[in-house]
């Protein structure tokens, strides 16, 4: 009897184990359940929906609901992988519940006028990856519509984004930006529904952008594409031939580059920055012959811009490096070799263009450094002479050599208070501070050569001087 005791009791004990575990495998199975049911994707979309749906109805307190949206619809695609890009529900509702950042931001600057945006990701070009998307693959015309009605609205955010990134210097994601906003302006066409762009102004306007962002961005091809549409549309302004120079230029076709300028200024002969384009293209290629011209033309236009002077200060300049330079004896028998310099138009004109700038601008350091520098040039350029005739010790091998060097110092001390000035206004320049150190040292004044080396060196280690030597 003790021993079939033992067993009912044991028999019990097993059956209401098995009771519990059975319990244990219908939680789990039920927990699995639920578990899949919240990963079906379907499910989960349609959750988002709801809950962006929520937000639409009340944009301005609900704004809880849209944030929802996003977190459901981001871990749809993060759990569903590629399959989800092909899904036009999920990509449909992705596109919207993004799009809805903009409704979001739009209403809260109704409401006050002074909110700034806390968005820190590309909601509108990730709604239009979306949506594009769907225009693709939708079967069902609503839900193509649905997808294209929400693209319409996307394109003034994606200037505005593209606009701030070509301001940071992110030039590659502000084209994709512009070009984003052609390709909506494509889509709602193909709809016969009315685009943002559809002006012709405004549809040229937005391929400008786009052609800028790309020579900026060094996508020369892509350009091109765009730029040549505004060629085709006589667009009017400089800026495409701009473009255009710089599209020949990274080709290495210096032909086309010249042709885009020559084109542009017949057009356009008073656009301002084709004219300095066409200026800076000249003297990298040291076409002297042709800037003088052109740069008489531009201080037409622009008398008192400084840059124009010193430029045209430097072309002089560099032709009057050319010019032959000699010893010449006056009828009282003086020896000179600066008579030879002042007979020279260029040497005439370069100190009469350097002059004018600093007249314009007593306070320009670039304008104060081109005169400074044209002295400093032309005592340079009768040193050789002056060596040459050092070693001719007869009695009028030394007057030449005295009257020479006279010169040469008189020169030196003519360029001195332009590179003082220099130095004074900009205490680190360091063309300034060599040429001082260098003037001073030919001068024998060591004491004031090494301080302009010190504070040279201090330039050239990567520092910076607090103030300047000579005071301004």
């Known amino acids: 009897m003790l021993?079939?005791?033992?067993?009912?009791?044991?028999?019990?004990?097993?059956?209401?184990?098995?009771?519990?575990?059975?319990?244990?495998?219908?939680?789990?199975?039920?927990?699995?359940?639920?578990?899949?049911?919240?990963?079906?994707?379907?499910k989960m979309i349609k959750k988002a929906m709801k809950a962006f749906n929520a937000f639409n109805t009340e944009p301005n307190t609900k704004v809880a609901s849209l944030d929802e949206a996003k977190t459901i619809i981001d871990d749809v695609f993060a759990k569903g992988g590629d399959a989800m890009m092909n899904n036009v529900g999920a990509l449909l509702?992705?596109?919207?519940?993004?799009?809805?950042?903009?409704?979001?931001?739009?209403?809260?600057?109704?409401?006050?006028?002074?909110?700034?945006?806390?968005?820190?990701?590309?909601?509108?070009y990730i709604a239009y990856e979306a949506l594009s998307k769907v225009v693709n693959l939708a079967t069902k015309k609503f839900e193509k519509a649905d997808a294209v009605k929400g693209l319409q609205g996307l394109v003034g955010d994606?200037?505005?984004?593209?606009?701030?990134?070509?301001?940071?210097?992110?030039?590659?994601?502000?084209?994709?930006?512009?070009?984003?906003?052609l390709d909506i302006h494509d889509?709602?066409?193909?709809?016969?529904?009315?685009?943002?762009?559809?002006?012709?102004?405004?549809?040229?306007?937005?391929?400008?952008?786009?052609?800028?962002?790309?020579?900026?961005?060094?996508?020369?091809?892509?350009?091109?594409?765009?730029?040549d549409k505004l060629i085709a549309a006589n667009y009017n302004d400089g800026g495409i031939y701009e473009h255009q120079y710089e599209i020949a230029i990274a080709a290495g076709d210096n032909k086309a580059a010249e042709a885009a300028l020559e084109e542009g200024r017949k057009k356009m002969p008073d656009d301002v920055g084709l004219m300095f384009k066409e200026i800076n293209h000249y003297i990298k290629q040291?076409?002297?012959?042709?800037?003088?011209?052109?740069?008489?033309?531009?201080?037409?236009?622009?008398?008192n811009n400084v840059s124009l002077y010193t430029t045209l200060g430097n072309v002089y300049d560099n032709s009057f490096q050319k010019d032959s330079m000699f010893i010449q004896k006056d009828a009282k028998g003086n020896y000179s070799v600066l008579s030879s310099f002042e007979k020279s138009n260029n040497y005439v004109n370069a100190?009469?263009?350097?002059?004018?700038?600093?007249?314009?601008?007593?306070?320009?350091?670039?304008?104060?450094?081109?005169?400074?520098?044209?002295?400093?040039?032309?005592?340079?350029?009768?040193?050789?002479?002056?060596?040459?005739?050092?070693?001719?010790?007869?009695?009028?091998?030394?007057?030449?050599?005295d009257a020479i060097k006279a010169e040469v110092f008189a020169m030196f001390d003519k360029s001195?208070?332009?590179?003082?000035?220099?130095?004074?206004?900009?205490?680190?320049?360091?063309?300034?501070?060599?040429?001082?150190?260098?003037?001073?040292?030919?001068?024998?004044?060591?004491?004031?050569?090494?301080?302009?080396?010190?504070?040279?060196?201090?330039?050239?280690s990567g520092g910076k001087n607090a103030s300047s030597y000579n005071k301004n």
């Open 3 to 42: 021993k079939f005791i033992h067993r009912q009791t044991d028999i019990k004990y097993k059956t209401k184990k098995m009771k519990k575990l059975s319990l244990l495998i219908l939680l789990a199975f039920v927990q699995f359940a639920l578990s899949h049911a919240q990963d079906d994707p379907e």
């Open 93 to 124: 509702a992705k596109g919207q519940i993004y799009a809805g950042y903009l409704t979001k931001d739009q209403t809260q600057r109704v409401l006050n006028p002074n909110y700034k945006s806390t968005l820190n990701f590309p909601a509108s």
């Open 158 to 181: 994606l200037n505005n984004s593209g606009n701030e990134l070509y301001n940071a210097g992110k030039f590659s994601d502000a084209f994709k930006n512009f070009v984003a906003g």
């Open 187 to 227: 889509k709602v066409k193909a709809a016969a529904l009315p685009s943002v762009l559809d002006k012709p102004e405004d549809y040229n306007n937005q391929l400008f952008i786009t052609a800028a962002a790309a020579v900026k961005a060094k996508l020369f091809t892509e350009a091109k594409k765009y730029n």
């Open 286 to 303: 040291g076409r002297l012959d042709l800037l003088v011209d052109k740069l008489k033309k531009a201080i037409e236009k622009e008398p």
């Open 351 to 401: 100190e009469a263009m350097f002059a004018k700038a600093t007249e314009l601008d007593p306070k320009s350091s670039d304008a104060a450094y081109g005169l400074g520098a044209f002295y400093y040039n032309a005592a340079a350029r009768m040193t050789p002479i002056l060596n040459k005739v050092s070693d001719d010790y007869s009695k009028e091998g030394t007057k030449k050599y």
């Open 416 to 460: 001195l208070p332009y590179f003082r000035k220099t130095e004074a206004l900009n205490p680190n320049d360091r063309n300034a501070l060599i040429a001082l150190k260098e003037i001073h040292a030919r001068k024998s004044e060591f004491d004031i050569s090494n301080e302009y080396k010190k504070r040279l060196e201090n330039v050239e």
